[in-house]
């Protein structure tokens, strides 16, 4: 298995990147969501970077024994359907499941007049994506190779 080491130089860049593909698609979310946990210091560094206020949401499908941590939030999802621009952030988007999960979850039975337009009013961020996701990534700095089995060690994982 290929291993990648991302250190805070790699994600200065990936974060200001992000910034910049905001910037340049004139597009400026209300507020960042950081996806726990691999999301939070991203959202932290891009929220202090744009001063743009973050939130967080628990979302931990793959950690076994978690997934009851995972949260539903009908006040981000409310805040999509009334127009407010939302941008939800992780490290990695490696699969897509996560970010499927809140486009399920935030438009669940008992929901179904809340329209939200994805991908305009809310948009997905990640570090580094797999470009085979099942949920495309609106900004992104860089994607994995997928003809190996990368795995990405991040400096808050160490």
Sequence with gaps: ?????????NIDKAIQSIAM???ESEWRPDYIV?????GLVPAVMLS?????????????????????????????AND?????????IDDINRGGD????IMKDWSKEGHAD??????????????????????DTDYFYEELDTDTDNWVNFPWEQ
């Design 48 to 76: 202090h970077m744009t001063n743009i206020p973050m939130h967080t949401l628990c979302v931990q499908l793959a950690a076994e024994g978690l997934e009851e941590n995972t949260e539903s939030n009908t006040m981000m």
């Design 21 to 23: 593909q905001m910037y």
């Design 98 to 101: 996560a970010l499927e999960w």
């Design 114 to 135: 809340w329209i939200i337009d994805w991908h305009k009013n809310v948009r997905f961020a990640s570090l580094i994506i797999d470009p085979n996701s099942k949920v």
């Design 1 to 9: 298995m290929k291993s990648i080491n991302y250190d805070w130089h």
């Design 34 to 38: 950081g996806i726990t946990r691999g």
């Design 80 to 88: 999509a359907r009334k127009g407010k621009n939302i941008l939800i």
